[in-house]
């Protein structure tokens, strides 16, 4: 500082005697400015960065609609692939079942033609296939032909005149003529009879000789097997099928030996060891369980005939006054019969799932069935017997998984708690 500096500010505190004042206002005014400068820089530098943010954000949810973009992309394009890999092969049953529905029709015609007699089967398969696909497809075809039922000869196996007693005609049993360790032995190998076998010829021969037929037309299981065997493998096969099939309730035939036999109030039961019910110890305590928990409320009548016309094992629990066994009267040609008679005076049938399961609700009896292995059996046919049970406004059935019926007991506890 100059001396003249120096001078003039002694003077300027001579003749403004406030200037201390004024000079400490002044530095308080210089320091809030700085002070506001600060934080105009501060919050400029968060703008700043909430933009930056902002941005960054923005190009995260661009990111993330583009890598969703993509995820459905390629979904797509796997369910593209998926079509296009399965189109030769989704093409080549719809050409099979084509075929087989053009070499249907003149079939079906010859069966009208004259007064020829028509031997409808034999039918060696399946109690479920013959239940749900054979006898409806036979009623579809007979209708359509207008066959009348005083040609009609069906063959069939067990006895099961009942559930062709719709049609008419005559019916003749495979075992009347055989016995069962022969039937077995001979059909074994061909389940599916999807053409005419050696056992199929040698059993029409039979059926013509002792009935006398002359030149019979024949419908065998041969034709509805190449039909249907295309629409089972493939997606939507329940309407497809409904085009080849009528159904009807089955009554059972007067058995009056049995009228003394029965209870006045029971349950059928029958289970057997299958692919979707093995032979295992938990499968047997599960049956045996079962069985008891039920003849413990409950009157029990068992369905087992006692011998063996299949690949399928019976399981037998040990006598009790509440459990029946009416085997004795279960001859291999009748068999069938009786116990299509003992399901239709029921409250209910319970046992393995399967063809037995399909014959109680086709006799307006409610059926709970049981499965082990979901694996060992096709779903779609318990998907169209579920289906044709509602259309006919029949009693259901009920597919159970054993592990699942712990769950169903506690259910059925808690609702008769419920109602005491």
Not at 98 to 103: F, I, K, L, N
Request: charged share 25%; proline share 5%; net charge positive.
């Amino acid at each position: 500082m100059s001396l003249f500096d120096a001078i003039g500010r002694a003077l300027h505190r001579v003749v403004h005697p406030q200037y201390a004042q004024e000079s400490e206002r002044l530095d308080a005014i210089a320091k809030a400015l700085r002070a506001r400068d600060a934080d105009a820089d501060r919050v400029q530098s968060q703008i700043g960065g909430l933009a930056e943010k902002v941005s960054r954000l923005a190009l995260d949810k661009d990111v993330r609609g583009l890598h969703r973009d993509l995820v459905e992309l390629r979904a797509a394009s796997t369910r593209q692939h998926r079509m296009l890999s399965q189109a030769p092969r989704f093409a080549a049953w719809n050409e099979a079942q084509r075929t087989a529905a053009r070499r249907l029709r003149p079939r079906i015609r010859r069966l009208a033609e004259g007064p020829r007699p028509v031997l409808v089967g034999p039918w060696s398969g399946e109690v479920g296939f013959e239940l749900l696909y054979w006898i409806p497809f036979v009623t579809w075809a007979l209708g359509e032909a207008g066959v009348t039922p005083d040609r009609l000869v069906i063959v069939s196996r067990g006895g099961p005149r009942s559930w062709y007693a719709h049609l008419g005609g005559r019916y003749v049993d495979l075992l009347s003529s055989m016995s069962t360790e022969d039937f077995r032995s001979r059909t074994e190998a061909q389940k599916k009879q999807r053409e005419v076998g050696a056992f199929d010829r040698d059993a029409l021969r039979r059926v013509v000789a002792a009935a006398n037929l002359d030149r019979p037309a024949v419908l065998h299981p041969g034709l509805m097997y190449r039909l249907f065997r295309p629409l089972w493998k493939q997606e939507p096969r329940v309407p497809r099928i409904d085009d080849y099939t009528r159904y009807e309730r089955v009554h059972a035939s007067p058995t009056p030996e049995l009228c003394s036999r029965l209870p006045s109030e029971y349950v059928a039961v029958r289970f057997y060891f299958s692919s979707s019910f093995p032979d295992t110890r938990d499968n047997r305590a599960f049956a045996e369980s079962t069985i008891r928990g039920l003849a413990a409320s409950t009157h029990v009548v068992l369905l087992g005939p006692g011998f063996r016309v299949d690949d399928h094992r019976d399981f037998a629990p040990g006598a009790s006054s509440r459990i029946h066994v009416v085997n004795d009267l279960m001859t291999p040609d009748r068999n069938l019969d009786v116990q299509t008679a003992v399901i239709a005076g029921a409250r209910a049938f319970v046992g393995t799932y399967g063809g037995y399961a399909y014959l109680a609700p086709f006799c307006n009896v409610p059926a709970i069935a049981f499965y082990a292995n979901r694996d060992g059996f096709h779903h779609y046919h318990l998907e169209l017997a579920d289906r044709v049970f509602r259309r006919m406004n029949t009693a259901s059935l009920v597919a159970l998984d054993v592990r699942d019926a712990a769950l169903l007991r506690t259910a059925l506890s808690a609702a008769q708690n419920l109602h005491a």
